[in-house]
């Protein structure tokens, strides 16, 4: 089976190891931010990139206070979903008139079926199973995404005709849900113009 950081690979080219964002929270305890590859152990040390990850933005949380640890940002927030957004953690790639960027959305918990976020993965009851990739409000059909299981194991799913996807949770532990998708036009990042933009989603939740 094709790994996580493969799959984004293609997606990504010049992004050579694929990294994504993506945030851990146990009960209501500090918010984790990770830059790495979800799908692998963390390095000893943290992943060699995550000096890469300086300034991401806590959705609705704009006193939060970021501490850097090994390997992670950590912050206190409020009980609730944890959402972070960055698009400075990759300056434009590519030809000076075919530019490309990328902008990534974490969350954790899956308490909340509202979404705050331009792009993300979010239950479409509270609690629940089953997720949809959620662009401007609305479920992507035939959206991929990828389940990484406790295990480390990835699940390749495909939206279904109301663009959701049923998480096949058969264990306790962390689940991660990750997606793709890309925008052509004059758009802009953190660290100038760009013709492609890719989104990157993530969602991550506990199973007791």
Do not use: C, N
Not at 73 to 84: F, I, K, M, Q, S
Not at 158 to 168: L, S
Request: aromatic content about 6%.
């Amino acid at each position: 089976m094709r790994t996580l950081a493969f799959i984004l690979a293609l997606a990504l080219p010049a992004v050579a190891d694929a990294h994504e964002i993506w945030v851990e929270r146990d009960g209501t305890g500090p918010a984790r931010i990770y830059l790495g590859e979800p799908a692998e152990a963390l390095p000893p040390g943290g992943d060699p990139e995550f000096k890469r990850l300086v300034a991401p933005r806590i959705v609705g949380q704009t006193g939060a206070q970021l501490q850097r640890k090994v390997g992670y940002l950590e912050a206190l927030v409020p009980a609730g979903d944890v959402r972070v957004t960055d698009d400075s953690v990759f300056a434009p790639w590519g030809d000076a008139e075919a530019k490309e960027g990328v902008v990534y959305y974490a969350r954790a918990g899956r308490a909340e079926t509202a979404t705050a976020m331009p792009y993300e993965i979010a239950p479409l009851t509270a609690g629940g199973h089953r997720f949809a990739l959620m662009q401007g409000g609305k479920p992507v059909k035939a959206a991929k995404i990828t389940v990484i299981t406790p295990e480390r194991k990835s699940v390749e799913m495909t939206a279904d005709a109301e663009g959701a996807v049923t998480v096949p949770v058969t264990a306790k532990g962390r689940y991660l849900l990750t997606a793709a998708q890309a925008e052509t036009g004059k758009l802009r990042v953190a660290g100038g113009p760009v013709d492609k933009l890719h989104h990157i989603a993530t969602t991550s939740f506990v199973a007791g």
